[in-house]
């Protein structure tokens, strides 16, 4: 009999390993696998948000002939925008530059390597601080292209189902790089010595994941973009009703898991402010889909399954400029406040003033994300039991400023891009592709056949 036998060598193998001495591994300074983990798990999140969550979220609400023009344009922004943060978006918003944009030194992502660190500003419990250099520059920069690419597929859904693809496209790119670029760095950006970035000449404005940089610019440029591209053919008389709930109530439920990514992830660390961060956003939206239903069965005499879900996404938008500044009691407050004024916007005002905001997105993301960017200074304070150190007076002023001025340059811009396109292009499709639907007219396909 051999004296070694070949079914012991696994055996033998596995004592190797486990007595081998260990071998260094060879890490970048100052990265901590636990942030970094954290933060590409985020990422995904966010992606998810995007590609399927918003695109379920909007396609159920379409006319079954619109379907897969939404999941196509939600397809290829993230696309396109994805290039386009690599190419030059990252560089102008994370890079020390100008006033208004940053520099080139990161187009292409040219300087990145794996061992570049990133450090950036997190939400303390007295302010935004300077976090220490955990994350790698590639991871931070990926966490942030995805809240590049999920903003303009925000807008989508406010001229749904007549807006040509080709205009949509351009559109989004470019507005984009007018818009939320000088956004994101006058918000977010921190550069060398600073503890906050400058936005048109204010300092220390809280917007932790994106009440300002996502939600404002996104929700001011759906209301301006409905109102110049014009009404569906039939509104206001028309009932245009959802073809699938199920899918929106999915997509509903995709976002809001991905949302603890958008907001925690933004903490940029895996510890307890990011844990606390998940929690508050949990307990907003919460507050909010109960309130919207509470008022929906007051009103109707029915709690609908669409009002709970879009409540939830009112609560959603409305915490996160606040999420890293409110304990939880200020994010119930946030969720129940934010749901009564986004219900009025979506039930009675937009019907007062005939704007086709075709799925709600100015009502729901631009009130949601101006109630959560103002309200951050009263709940957020520690006199009010949040964890900021400002005076809710001050702080008042500097959010409702921050909010006007970003209203103002996403309207501005988005009237100047439109208006080029409107005398080029053109915005619309022709009322023949309208009635025929999108899915036909822009793609040539059908989302669903008779077998």
Known sequence: MPIFSLRFLPVLLLFLVLTSPLQAQTVAPGIDHGDTAWLLTSSALVLFMMIPGLALFYAGLVKSRNVLSIFMQCFVLTCALSVLWMVCGYSLAFTDGGTLVGGTSRLFFQGISVDSVRSGLVAGPTGPVLASQTVPEI?????????????????????????????????????????YVPVCYGIWHNGP?????????????????????????????????????GPRKGFPN????????????????????????????????????????VVVTHLSASAAALTWMAIEWFKNGKPSA????????????????????????????????????????????KHRFRYDDSLDVFGVHGIGGIVGTVLVAVFGSASMGGFGQFDIGTQLVTQCLAAVYTAGLSGVVTWGLLSVL?????????????AEGLDISEHGETGYSVQ
Do not use: Y
């Not at 997509?251 to 606390?276: E, I, P, R, Y």
């Not at 879009?310 to 934010?338: E, M, N, R």
């Not at 409107?422 to 309208?434: C, F, P, S, Y």
């Open 139 to 179: 991871v931070f920069a990926l966490f942030q292209m995805m809240f590049f690419m999920i903003t303009p597929g925000l807008f989508i859904g406010a001229f749904a189902e007549r807006m040509k693809f080709s205009a949509i496209l351009i559109f989004s790119l470019l507005w984009s790089l007018l818009v």
């Open 193 to 229: 010595g600073k503890l906050a970035g400058t936005f048109f000449g204010l300092t220390d404005v809280i917007d932790l994941a994106g009440g300002i940089v996502v939600h404002i610019t996104a929700g001011i440029a759906a209301l301006v973009a409905c109102i110049m591209v």
């Open 238 to 277: 028309m009932p245009f009703l959802p073809h699938n709930l199920p899918f929106t109530i999915a997509g509903a439920g995709m976002l809001w898991v991905g949302w603890f990514g958008f907001n925690g992830g933004s903490q940029t660390a895996a510890n307890g402010a990011a844990g606390m961060t």
């Open 306 to 349: 669409l009002g709970i879900a879009t409540g939830s996404i009112a609560g959603l938008a409305a915490v996160t400029p606040a999420a890293g500044f409110v304990a939880p009691a200020g994010a119930l407050a946030i969720g129940a406040i934010s749901a009564a004024l986004c219900w009025f916007c979506c039930s009675k005002l």
């Open 422 to 434: 409107r005398r080029t292009i053109g915005l619309r499709v022709d009322e023949a592709a309208e």
